[in-house]
């Protein structure tokens, strides 16, 4: 089942700071957070393991609520270099190794 | 760090033709690779699960006989279009793990199939 990210899309100027979230109804083993540039396939940020910790790349970081199957990223100071689409991936309790991907939050940078 | 190659990045061919994709892991074994689809401006939808030596695993809706999926050994998943049409024309995207989770999955550089 397809976890929800939101928001959509959202613009930032460089410097400034944004959340995106992502919520599954089922249970997580693990939230992988991957970046995507356009025609480019989608590069590898982060996991976060149930039980784990939260996890940082250069000035991106995330969140895990297992309570609530939830996690966000922050993108913090954010870079020209962070434009693209941001998916988050979940792997269910039940369903080792398979990621269901979010329909993606389109993030622009500009200067 | 892991690296997952795959080829051809773009193709062109005729509705009708079978068209092969390869995913190749180039410094790890990967027993598991996975194979997804991507259309324009749009999400990752899982296709299946391809097992070294054994089947693959269909996510429900994926046609087994029009995606054939080889996985013939611990660093090679081929996806077979066959008879492809212009609706099977999408971003077709293999990942794999290179077995430490904490380091998520790669993902090969993707193929862009068009079907005329």
């Known amino acids: 089942q397809q976890p929800v990210q939101s928001p959509q899309a959202v613009i930032l100027r460089e410097g400034e700071d944004a959340v995106i979230n992502c919520s599954s109804s089922?249970?997580?083993?693990?939230v992988h957070w991957y970046r995507q540039k356009h025609g480019e396939a989608p590069v590898f940020l982060m996991i976060l393991l149930k039980g784990g910790e939260q996890m940082r790349h250069e000035k991106i970081s995330a969140s895990f609520n297992e309570k609530k199957q939830q996690s966000s990223l922050y993108l913090t100071a954010s870079q020209l270099s962070y434009s693209g689409t941001y998916f988050c991936?979940?792997?269910?309790?039940?369903?080792?190794?398979?990621?269901?991907f979010g329909a993606g939050t389109q993030v622009v940078v500009t200067p | 760090g892991a690296v997952v190659s795959q080829h051809p990045s773009r193709v062109i061919c005729k509705s009708g033709t079978s068209v092969k994709i390869e995913c190749r892991s180039l410094?790890?074994?990967?027993?598991?690779m996975f194979w997804y689809r991507q259309f324009p401006k749009k999400s990752l939808m899982l296709m299946a699960t391809?097992?070294?030596?054994?089947?693959?695993?269909?996510e429900q809706g994926v046609e087994k006989d029009k995606f054939l999926i080889n996985h013939a050994s611990l660093t090679l998943s081929t996806l077979t279009v066959t008879s492809a049409h212009p609706e099977d024309s999408s971003f077709y995207i293999c990942?794999?793990?290179?077995?430490?989770?904490?380091?998520?999955?790669?993902f090969g550089s993707g193929t862009r199939l068009t079907v005329v």
């Open positions: 089922k249970a997580l083993y693990s």
């Open positions: 410094d790890f074994q990967a027993t598991t």
């Open positions: 990942s794999a793990s290179g077995g430490k989770g904490i380091d998520g999955y790669t």
């Open positions: 991936g979940t792997e269910g309790a039940d369903s080792w190794g398979k990621l269901q």
């Open positions: 391809s097992n070294e030596g054994s089947k693959a695993t269909y």
